[in-house]
């Protein structure tokens, strides 16, 4: 956990730099999806949550950093996963819009305050509510996986309720613009 949070704050230090590069290729959503799954449905069946992969028979390549982009997807799941009581549920979505690829991950979870949906972006920002404070987090994950998300030229929004759940939607195009030009 030291080893991951360190690895977040250096991100976190070179996205202030202006300096976390994306290293482009193909990304193949077949297999990130697959390891997705298998990363995540130990975690899932332990805290008795229902991990659901709601995924079209047909995947897209996209280009991008498979890397960021699997860090980006294991901080939504991951979150979906912590911020979500026993015998809730988690549904991960796929599918295309236009030349953009849209991935919805929606839990039935705690939820988030419509005043701090917009905070929960910002590093080292945690909810302010009484549950989220016995779970483990440095409030890292969402500002690295938004940079990312921007970085290949889409982003991430979230809608939700509290006591309801959240759904956090991750927009990518297919194509990434060129790479920013250096500062
Ligand atoms: P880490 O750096 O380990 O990811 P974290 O999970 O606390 O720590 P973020 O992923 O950036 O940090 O999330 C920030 C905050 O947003 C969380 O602390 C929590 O308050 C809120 N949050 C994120 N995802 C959810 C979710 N699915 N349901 C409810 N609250 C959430
Ligand atoms: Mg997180």
Do not use: C, W
């Not at 991950?105 to 910002?122: S, Y």
């Not at 979230?158 to 991750?170: A, C, I, M, N």
């Amino acid at each position: 956990r030291l080893e991951r949070i360190v690895g977040d704050m250096l991100s976190v230090a070179e996205i202030e730099a202006g300096q976390l590069k994306l290293r482009r290729g193909d990304v193949r959503l077949d297999a990130v999806f697959a390891d997705l799954q298998a990363d995540f449905r130990e975690q899932a069946e332990q805290k008795e949550i229902k991990l659901i992969f709601d995924l079209p028979p047909k995947f897209p390549v996209i280009g991008g950093d498979r890397d960021k982009i699997m860090l980006t997807l294991h901080n939504l799941v991951g979150n979906a996963i912590k911020y979500t009581p026993a015998g809730g549920e988690v549904t991960v979505r796929m599918h295309e819009e236009g030349s953009n690829l849209i991935v919805d991950v929606a839990d039935n979870g705690i939820g988030i305050k419509a005043e701090e949906a917009e905070l929960i972006f910002d590093k080292f920002y945690r909810a302010k509510d009484k549950r989220i404070s016995g779970i483990t987090g440095s409030g890292l994950g969402l500002a690295l996986a938004r940079e990312v998300a921007r970085l290949h030229g889409g982003d991430i929004t979230v809608r939700s309720q509290v006591d309801k759940g959240s759904t956090f939607t991750l927009q990518l195009p297919a194509a990434p613009p060129p790479l920013r030009a250096a500062a």
